[in-house]
């Protein structure tokens, strides 16, 4: 077989002028379903802690690591999770970004900070949040964080029940 | 094992193009008719078909394997979709090989296609679904997070640059220039893109492959088979994938490491106890310029943290000892999901045959690697084929 030329390609690229003189013609549609996600056994005993005010880890029977976001088995031993513990609501970053574009690529001027925070009392264990309180371009892997709650009238059993983590010393 | 030995004897891809005139399966059909008579072969000669796209979310047709199913030429065949994500492509050689592997087929023809262009306002909408629905959707995530926070990380474990990393990129999309398929060849420096957008820091604009429509298409046949297809078979020696938890804030993700499990499975099937001499060139996954780099560690071609070092001293060229990425990878030739993994194994399959044209490496190679990810940083596919 002689090496692939463009000739032997399917394919016709578009481009916007195709579409503004009608060459090509399209259908639209918007594709509506709802979901009702129940939270489970160990999600949802995750988020009414969070509604305390308390971020919780979870111990396998086996292994002994302490994990979070809990589970009710061990996806290393699997063996299963009974144990609680309460961790610290502290923790150290792990990575971070400053994105300034959202999901439908659309730009933000203000950045948002995402990072991975490893939790304080838990192995190697970290959540994903936002840093909050501090210039984007100051935030280092390694820093340490704390979580800046909600009040707790305003806290519903979400993630969103922590705003963010901000830099502590 | 028990298992038949199997060989590549036809591939075909369309265009990769920002958006096709064409459907899905029609794209289906140029990749699967030109891979098919590449072979000399016609769809009566297949037994059985092997095909992937990306979960139905991105082109909002429920059971989109079962409608890509003519255009890949499955019907009233033993035909099925298989997909990991972005490690599909390659994936689905892996299906289609066990297909013949096993016995129970002598020829598979594997197709696949997509359409990422039919999510509006943009297909990253579609990817949002993967992430944890308690605890991460909330936040207001986008995709470009999970790769700016593990570019941060491995670039922060190893101490390496930017402006190394950025090499990979300036690299694919130079080779891209020979590749008659590619969506966006170009001849950039490592400061265009060091300057271009930043997105997500570190995730600049340059740094990213595109999304794309296109297709690819294999033809797998046995052992017994493959003289009578072609005189030069490349064959299927090793395969292997492997998928971590889905619980990737748990984990370090300066390494893939279900990549190395992935890569070990395949070079032991392969007979491969040294990857470092043993592959001659390789198409690692390089959705982002540093992906590239951390799979070629994960597939232990180099020591952790070492292949931006290799980059910057030119081994991965095209006249480099380890070529990676001939064709333009993901970042050159674009990035349909599931047909972008066939893609690399199709430049394999050439390259090895010596039919790769302006693209052919300069060095000999007689085996090769093909690697595609995944997921939630999560699947690795791998196979490594030989001439």
Redo the contacts between chains.
């Keep these: 077989?002689?090496?692939?030329?463009?000739e032997?390609?399917?394919?016709?690229?578009?481009k916007e002028k195709?579409f503004e003189k009608g060459r090509?013609l399209y259908y639209d549609?918007h594709?509506r379903t709802a979901y009702n996600?129940d939270?489970g056994v160990a999600?949802g005993k995750?988020?009414q802690g969070l509604k305390e005010g308390k971020i919780y880890g979870v111990r396998c029977s086996k292994c002994k690591r302490v994990?979070t976001?809990p589970?009710v088995f061990c996806?290393e031993c699997y063996a299963p999770i009974e144990e609680w513990v309460e961790l610290k609501d502290t923790g150290v970053i792990?990575?971070?970004?400053?994105?300034?574009?959202?999901?439908?690529?659309s730009r933000i001027k203000k950045?948002?900070v995402?990072?991975?925070i490893l939790i304080d009392g838990a192995d190697?264990?970290?959540?994903?949040?936002?840093l909050g309180e501090v210039d984007p371009k100051k935030v280092k892997?390694g820093m340490k964080v704390k979580a800046v709650w909600k009040r707790k009238k305003e806290r519903t059993g979400?993630?969103?029940d922590i705003k963010y983590f901000k830099p502590i010393k | 094992m028990g298992l038949r030995r199997v060989a590549i004897v036809g591939a075909g891809l369309t265009k990769f193009m920002r958006r096709a005139e064409e459907t899905g399966r029609e794209l289906s059909f140029y990749a699967g008719k030109m891979a098919l008579e590449s072979a000399g072969m016609t769809l009566k000669d297949i037994q059985c078909v092997a095909e992937s796209t990306a979960p139905d979310a991105f082109d909002g047709v429920h059971m989109n394997g079962e409608y890509l199913s003519d255009g890949s030429g499955g019907w009233r065949k033993p035909y099925l979709r298989s997909y990991v994500g972005g490690g599909s492509g390659v994936f689905v050689v892996i299906h289609g090989w066990y297909q013949v592997a096993s016995g129970m087929f002598d020829t598979c023809l594997v197709v696949a296609s997509e359409k990422m262009s039919s999510c509006h306002p943009h297909p990253q909408g579609a990817f949002l679904n993967i992430f944890d629905n308690f605890i991460e959707r909330p936040l207001g995530c986008n995709l470009l997070w999970i790769f700016a926070l593990e570019m941060n990380r491995y670039m922060t474990v190893h101490n390496i640059s930017h402006e190394q990393i950025a090499l990979v990129s300036v690299k694919n999309k130079r080779n891209a220039l020979d590749n008659p398929v590619a969506q966006i060849p170009e001849k950039i420096t490592v400061q265009d893109v060091l300057n271009s957008e930043v997105l997500a820091w570190p995730v600049h604009r340059l740094d990213i492959s595109p999304t794309s429509d296109g297709a690819g298409a294999l033809v797998l046949v046995s052992e017994e088979l493959a003289y009578k297809y072609t005189d030069k078979p490349v064959w299927i020696d090793g395969v292997g994938w492997n998928l971590d938890t889905t619980y990737w804030t748990n984990k370090d993700l300066y390494y893939p490491r279900y990549v190395e499990k992935a890569a070990k499975m395949a070079y032991k099937m392969a007979g491969i106890t040294e990857p470092r001499k043993e592959i001659h060139i390789a198409e690692p996954y390089d959705p982002f310029d540093y992906k590239e780099l951390h799979h070629m560690e994960g597939l232990l071609l180099c020591e952790k943290g070492e292949a931006p070092k290799l980059t910057e001293k030119g081994v991965t060229q095209r006249d480099g000892a380890l070529p990676t990425c001939p064709s333009g990878g993901l970042l050159g030739v674009g990035n349909p999901i599931a047909a972008s993994g066939v893609m690399k194994v199709c430049e394999m399959f050439w390259q090895l045959r010596g039919e790769a044209g302006a693209r052919q490496v300069t060095r000999d190679c007689k085996t090769a690697l093909a690697q595609a990810w995944g997921d939630l940083m999560q699947v690795g596919t791998v196979v490594v084929l030989r001439k």
């Design positions: 077989m002689k090496a692939i030329t463009r032997m390609l399917g394919g016709t690229p578009l195709d090509v549609d594709l996600w939270a999600m995750f988020l994990v976001p589970r996806e792990d990575s971070f970004s400053i994105c300034y574009v959202r999901w439908d690529a950045p948002e995402p990072a991975i190697r264990a970290g959540i994903m949040h936002k892997i979400s993630i969103l």
